[in-house]
Antibody, heavy 120, light 106 residues
Framework: EVQLVESGGGLVQPGGSLRLSCAAS????????MNWVRQAPGKGLEWVAY????????YYADFVKGRFTISRDSAKSSLYLQMNSLRAEDTALYYC?????????????WGQGTMVTVSS | IHMTQSPSSLSASVGDRVTITCRAS??????LNWYQQKPGKAPKLLIY???SLQIGVPSRFSGSGSGTDFALSISSLQPEDFATYYC?????????FGQGTKLEVK
């Protein structure tokens, strides 16, 4: 079964750091581009970051540039998001999602999400 | 690229045909995808490339449009279709989502 499982979320103070992980299974992880997408409580979907299957190029949403770093480890079939200088407005459910490059770059597989709460 | 969905919410009954529209601020050819999200669940891909049905999605869902104007139609609403729907453009980076359309029971 194709699956993505996020972990690493939690409560962190403003200015703090957190590292999210996404474990992939059921498909050849190294063959797929990956993303992080977030959803603030009661709000819509917001794309955060992208990494190609080979690790480059990498793209970020403007609101996380310089603070967040996306990376991947194909040997571990895992995707990561290092989040630094966290702000209250980063509070959200963070999903990892697979890009289906052959299908108009749609996000065809999503994890269940991991919640990040930034609060003092 | 800014994506605008309408309406923001919609009340309908089982068996109704409904249509949700999505407009892009510039041409995205057919790089338009639709997702369904139920409360407490991850989004699910329904339609990619404006009109192609994702594997496993019921045929009562259909998508149309190109350029800047798109639509998602559900031909005969089923109880499990009441959810929030999002359009998303994948034409250029950053990929952007519409604000969502909440489909509720009338």
């Amino acid at each position: 079964e194709v699956q993505l499982v996020e972990s690493g979320g939690g409560l962190v103070q403003p200015g703090g750091s957190l590292r999210l992980s996404c474990a992939a299974s059921g498909f050849i992880f190294s063959g797929y581009e990956m993303n992080w997408v977030r959803q603030a409580p009661g709000k819509g979907l917001e794309w955060v970051a992208y990494i190609s299957n080979g690790g480059s190029p990498i793209y970020y949403a403007d609101f996380v540039k310089g603070r967040f770093t996306i990376s991947r480890d194909s040997a571990k079939s895992s995707l990561y998001l290092q989040m630094n200088s966290l702000r209250a407005e980063d509070t959200a459910l963070y999903y990892c999602a697979r890009t289906e490059a052959g299908n108009y770059d749609a996000l065809d597989v999503w994890g269940q999400g991991t919640m990040v709460t930034v609060s003092s | 690229i800014h994506m605008t969905q309408s309406p923001s919410s919609l009340s309908a009954s089982v068996g109704d045909r409904v249509t949700i529209t999505c407009r892009a601020s510039q041409s995205i050819t057919t790089y338009l995808n639709w997702y369904q999200q139920k409360p407490g669940k991850a989004p699910k891909l329904l339609i990619y490339g404006a009109s192609s049905l994702q594997i496993g999605v019921p045929s009562r869902f259909s998508g149309s449009g190109s350029g800047t104007d798109f639509a998602l139609s559900i031909s005969s609403l089923q109880p499990e279709d009441f959810a929030t729907y999002y359009c998303q453009q994948s034409y250029s980076t950053p990929p952007t989502f519409g604000q969502g359309t909440k489909l509720e029971v009338k």
